[in-house]
């Protein structure tokens, strides 16, 4: 079991996905008696200092990147700095660096309407390996020559159910019985009869349509 505290409030799951690329245990935001390791999080001026086990691992400046600013720079680099600790402290590096919870390539999207050069922000600042981010800029180019209709919109329907959590995800997720299964399609039928209803008041028409969760599959066929 690994416990994980900051002081900076609201980033704490985020962290903890961090610990999950690296180890296989139970995340806790607080510490317990039967705790393993305890990784802090400080964030002191501009800089983010990691420890493990009262060993300073890291000291992570807090800088800029593009139009990134604020709260969302904040998370970035305590995640960032976190990350270079346990790569200092394992040895290893993941395929796609500090990236969870995030798609690749609309974030290299986004650093590239920044103006600045995206695949090597991704590898140089975010630890993304040298293959993801050259498939991430090959998809990226196959998605710009594709033309997406005037007045459409992409519809996303979210099953939150799986049949068991894996340590790595960050998505939403749980294991619940059949009835409840069954409940939350009755009120997710409601809701798509609500929303059919608005898109057609507004002229727009769907181009695409994303199930995901959660583990769609977990659900009985017959639902």
């Given at each position: 079991m690994i416990a994980v505290i900051t002081n900076v409030t609201g980033?704490?799951?985020?962290?903890g996905e961090i610990i999950r690329l690296f180890y296989h245990d139970q995340v806790v935001y607080e510490e317990r008696v039967e705790t393993d390791h305890v990784v802090r999080h400080l964030r002191?001026?501009?800089?983010?200092?990691?420890?493990?086990?009262?060993?300073l691992l890291v000291e992570y400046p807090e800088t800029p990147i593009g139009e990134i600013t604020?709260?969302?720079?904040?998370?970035?680099?305590?995640?960032?700095?976190?990350?270079?600790?346990?790569?200092?402290?394992?040895?290893?590096?993941?395929?796609w660096g500090s990236?969870?919870?995030?798609?690749?390539?609309?974030?290299?999207?986004?650093?590239?309407?920044?103006?600045?050069?995206?695949?090597?922000?991704?590898?140089?600042t975010f630890g993304v390996s040298q293959c993801r981010a050259a498939l991430s800029r090959m998809i990226l180019a196959v998605q710009e020559d594709m033309a997406v209709p005037e007045h459409s919109?992409?519809?996303?329907?979210?099953?939150?159910?799986?049949v068991s959590r894996?340590?790595?995800?960050?998505?939403?997720?749980?294991?619940?019985?059949?009835?409840?299964?069954?409940?939350?399609?009755?009120?997710?039928?409601l809701e798509m009869e609500a929303a059919?209803?608005?898109?057609?008041?507004?002229?727009l028409a769907v181009n695409s349509l994303y199930i995901g969760g959660g583990t769609p599959t977990s659900l009985n066929p017959a639902l």
């Open positions: 980033i704490e799951n985020e962290l002191e001026g501009q800089y983010h200092r990691i420890w493990m086990d009262d060993a604020g709260k969302r720079l904040v998370k970035y680099t305590a995640k960032l700095g976190l990350y270079w600790a346990l790569v200092k402290k394992t040895g290893r590096e993941q395929p990236l969870t919870g995030v798609r690749p390539v609309k974030m290299l999207a986004q650093l590239m309407e920044m103006g600045l050069p995206g695949e090597r922000v991704l590898q140089e919109i992409g519809v996303y329907l979210g099953i939150p159910f799986c894996c340590n790595y995800c960050s998505f939403p997720g749980v294991i619940a019985k059949e009835s409840v299964h069954e409940a939350y399609v009755d009120a997710m039928i059919a209803e608005a898109i057609q008041e507004r002229g």
